[in-house]
T-cell receptor, first 116, second 110 residues
Framework: GAGVSQSPSNKVTEKGKDVELRCDPI?????LYWYRQSLGQGLEFLIY????????KSGLPSDRFSAERTGGSVSTLTIQRTQQEDSAVYLC??????????????FGPGTRLTVT | GDSVTQMEGPVTLSEEAFLTINCTYT??????LFWYVQYPGEGLQLLLK???ADDKGSNKGFEATYRKETTSFHLEKGSVQVSDSAVYFC?????????WGAGTKLIIKP
């Protein structure tokens, strides 16, 4: 079946512009995660959605970052007034359930964001 | 807080050599442990996992054993191939968040 998809695959933007990154999780997966992979910081958790519960936004680095998940499916990560330090690969993952344990997270190919 | 430490790379080996990539963790309790792999140009994919102490995860000839005494989850393979060249990430899960090691790049030469 279809895996996690993300769009765009690459995005180049000018400093100060807003960007939207999209994630389509695997159908039926109730949990959705955003991570960021950057050279200086490695892999970092950003935000977590589980069903209709309030998202855990504890990993968002600043208030310029926000995310939504509509209808329990597609998610959009928005970065306002982009800065050069936002340049990274943004990864989306989904899993059949969100509660801890050994539930595997399935990753999309990522969106490479470059802020010039 | 919880953390994962991996050996620094790159690790360069010849084909058919024995592989060990060290991973140690700091955590309260006994979280599930994972190895993820990222092949060139591809997304992260789960390689293997272990959910409790003394469990051994295995896949594609790779193995790792959850050692609570040494808080380790070292990745091993008896005979590596060129196709194993990739970046390997050790991780633990705390509630639902994956907490990652820095990644180890593995280069296998023919």
């Amino acid at each position: 079946g279809a895996g996690v998809s993300q769009s765009p695959s690459n995005k180049v933007t000018e400093k100060g512009k807003d960007v939207e990154l999209r994630c389509d999780p695997i159908s039926g997966h109730t949990a959705l995660y955003w991570y960021r992979q950057s050279l200086g910081q490695g892999l970092e958790f950003l935000i977590y959605f589980q069903g209709n519960s309030a998202p855990d936004k504890s990993g968002l680095p600043s208030d310029r970052f926000s995310a939504e998940r509509t209808g329990g499916s597609v998610s959009t990560l928005t970065i306002q007034r982009t800065q050069q330090e936002d340049s990274a690969v943004y990864l989306c993952a989904s899993s059949p359930q969100g509660s801890g344990g050994a539930c595997e997270q399935y990753f999309g190919p990522g969106t490479r964001l470059t802020v010039t | 807080g919880d953390s994962v430490t991996q050996m620094e790379g790159p690790v360069t080996l010849s084909e058919e050599a024995f592989l060990t990539i060290n991973c140690t963790y700091t955590a309260t309790g006994y979280p599930s442990l994972f190895w993820y792999v990222q092949y060139p140009g591809e997304g992260l994919q789960l390689l293997l996992k272990a959910t409790k102490a003394d469990d051994k995860g295995s896949n594609k000839g790779f193995e790792a054993t959850y050692r609570k005494e040494t808080t380790s989850f070292h990745l091993e393979k008896g005979s590596v191939q060129v196709s194993d060249s990739a970046v390997y990430f050790c991780a633990l899960v705390r509630n639902y968040q994956l907490i990652w090691g820095a990644g180890t790049k593995l280069i296998i030469k023919p």
